[in-house]
T-cell receptor, first 114, second 116 residues
């Protein structure tokens, strides 16, 4: 049973436009959410996070939106750049203490076309 | 920012041999490290939680006698795949979080294990 779901395995966007990556979760105990970016044969790189007390967090071109009632979050990248092409993983945890692991979705492969 | 170093980045071994993968936190202390595995086009699956100075906690379905974890210091955890088989071929990634600060998990660059 997958607790974090990314239903779109891939997404193609033109350079300069907005990329929207979606993520749904089923565990209502999750209260900390993160997005990671991953290139092939490399470990994931942290992008942005949000705790359940917020519904939006912005960092430069990246914005994460959280809808707790719908158990849904999304990552917006604007404007999209070719260097953003990678696999994006949504992750969630119960709390953010030192011994709390993350549960990952299957990832969405974003291709930004020049 | 926090850096997690993982070594080796890739390894090819024969069936039946053992392989050790090291995970180091370079600029912070980590009482807890996490080991994940990723199969092609799949998610990162948590294998075990490595605790400094005590036994690791394994996820359901992960054999603790096959995947030996040792967390001997606050900056080093090792994963040993014992008696490796071709089905153990995968991408293994470790991660750690700065302690005592609350911060995102930082990941190593992963180890691609191929068992022939």
């Amino acid at each position: 049973d997958q607790q974090v779901k990314q239903n779109s395995p891939s997404l193609s966007v033109q350079e300069g436009r907005i990329s929207i990556l979606n993520c749904d979760y089923t565990n209502s105990m999750f209260d900390y959410f993160l997005w990671y970016k991953k290139y092939p044969a490399e470990g994931p790189t942290f992008l942005i996070s949000i705790s359940s007390i917020k519904d939006k967090n912005e960092d430069g071109r990246f914005t994460v939106f959280l809808n707790k009632s719908a158990k849904h979050l999304s990552l917006h990248i604007v404007p999209s750049q070719p260097g953003d092409s990678a696999v994006y993983f949504c992750a969630a945890s119960e709390g953010n203490s030192g011994n709390t692991p993350l549960v990952f979705g299957k990832g969405t492969r974003l291709s930004v076309i020049a | 920012g926090a850096v997690v170093s993982q070594h080796p980045s890739w390894v090819i071994c024969k069936s039946g041999t053992s392989v050790k993968i090291e995970c180091r936190s370079l600029d912070f202390q980590a009482t807890t490290m996490f080991w994940y595995r990723q199969f092609p086009k799949q998610s990162l699956m948590l294998m075990a939680t490595s605790n400094e100075g005590s036994k690791a906690t394994y996820e359901q379905g992960v054999e603790k006698d096959k995947f030996l974890i040792n967390h001997a210091s606050l900056t080093l955890s090792t994963l040993t795949v014992t008696s490796a088989h071709p089905e153990d071929s995968s991408f293994y990634i470790c991660s750690a979080r700065e302690y005592p600060r609350n911060s995102p998990l930082h990941f190593g660059n992963g180890t691609r294990l191929t068992v022939t």
